[in-house]
């Protein structure tokens, strides 16, 4: 916080000019940045206004607040749109994989980040030539082990293999930050008698709470947003299909129903914007302190 | 951690070297499951699938050898993919850093009114799943009705609809644009924090010196966060090539193939086949390898690249 104070004083002297007082300058700003930002997240709120019309209302292009709200689209795609059911598997998908990610990446980017053993350099090898694996490369691959285990049309496989999704990142964050802990910790933690693992659990893990916030979100945002495996998983069986892709076919099937999408939409994105909204305080330090290791 | 190193004798065996290490070799073995089933094992098999004639049914498997290698060479569409892969990538990244930089310039500074709300609302769109983004904005920049031609032709700037994501020649930049709106708060996040790392004293300094803010910011600042940049841009890099999501949900490749980009063509041979045709899951790892080699060099040249420009920043060595 002392960090924040000292910037924000320091910033108020580039700011500091003779011609144009400050404060000005700032309003200036202000105004201006607001513009942009209208027109930035214009395009959602026109989608959050839509879901509240009916297509008729859409396609007369009346103003951005619905002369007569209508909560129809939102049953619509509740119930015949299946949106429901693909919450709950989307819901499933995402918790699963976020509790297995996270607890998996502290312990290996502990070890990797704290402990020399024969093979850690190798291992980091592995995990910084994968890095920039697209996911188009290892898509069939996964998608046949899947089936080899039996879960090539199931929402299991759906959520372990998007665990894979952005592993990579997060082993070398915990890394990282773990590296940087003083010796100090373990040292004491030694000289009372506790374990390895009690050490880890209760001191260091505790400990690197920044990173477990940020891997949180940002796997919840992957397992979220994830679209080609959930496709192509769910291609032979729809009732498991995830929010992206039962939007996605929604849209197909029924093109001119811009109601019945919007409300789909606007369902889908309400979880994620409030655990964003709810986290980003966590969440923008984290990922600050991922560009900065 | 160099005192655990030298507590083992140099010439201890090695089966006594592992043994003491067991406990760390047992913290690894979950991340290590997921990473060799989910990612190592795949990058592997797909080099196998790609000497196959397969069409998803084992019964069907025939070695090729090289052969889908060399039909791809051949393949227009492939190399097409390719370059549009490419492009993308490049022209969307340094836009995509350009237009977060100034973003995070602006927002950087505390007492601007009201910037942690700007903040949440450029990230608004990063938090949103690309498959909605994708229906949104077809809807948007729909040709019949859709909000931007309306605007557009109601401020008399063009006098008959654009139609984005219909015209082979400007779909792939349409796609582009909503590429960089959508990603652009995490770039900027970046920046703030690279921002972050300048100390107020030389601000302070810089001030007394009677610096002016804008020379401060582009002689000062800008020098001091540009090892940063090589960081952002990698991992703006990874993500610009993760835009199968965008693509497929928006235009499916089309019009007539002028935004399929490499995953789209992967996705449409191996999974999603016009016409009925048989899916060819080996013709399509062979294109996967193809791209994943020539992204893998890429990524070492620039590793080779960043060392490089380090080693003659610092002389004396980190």
Redesign the interface.
Known sequence: MA??A????????????PLIT?RVR??I??AL??AV?CI??Y??V??VS?SFKTNAAI?A?EGLIPSQPVFDNYLRAWNEANIGAYFFNTLFVTVGSVL??T???A??G???G?????GRGF?FG??V??????????????F??LSMLGLGQSLWGVM??T??GS??IF?LLFAGYF?QMP?ELEEAAKMDGVG??RT?WYVMLPLSKPIIVTVIVMQT?YA?????LP??VT?ANPAIRT???G??AF?GENFVD?GG??AA?TI??VP??VL??FL?RYF?DG??????G | MASSISTVPHRAGLGHRLWQSRIDYLFLVPGMVIFGLFILYPLFASQWFSLLNWSGFDANQAFVGFANYAELLQDKYFWDAFARSFIFTLSTVPAQMAVSLVFAIILNNKLLRMSALFRTLIFLPVVTPVAIIGIVMTIMLSPFNGPVNIGLLDAGLINRAIDFLGDPNLVLWTLAGIFVWKWVGVTMVYWLAALQTVPAELYEAAKLDGVKGWQVTFFIVLPMITPFAIVIALISAIGALNVFPLIQSMTQGGPYFASEVMEVYIFRNAFATLNGAVPRLGYASAAGVFFGLAIMVLTILQIFAVRYLRSREKPNGA
């Open positions: 960090l924040e000292a910037s924000s004083a320091a910033s108020e002297y580039v700011i500091r000019q400050p700032r309003w700003v202000s940045l607001a930002c930035w997240i395009p959602l026109w989608m839509a396609f292009s297995l990610v607890i998996a990446t312990m290996m502990y070890v990797l704290r402990r020399k053993f024969l291992i592995l995990l030539f994968t890095m920039f694996v697209p996911q188009g490369y290892t898509i069939i691959p996964v046949e082990l372990l293999a665990t894979g592993f990579v082993v590296s010796d390895f693992v880890f945002l979220w947003n994830d679209f080609l496709l192509v291609l929010l992206s892709v939007v996605y849209k811009w999408m919007t939409s889908t994105i994620v914007v964003f909204l980003q923008i990922l600050a302190g991922a560009v900065k």
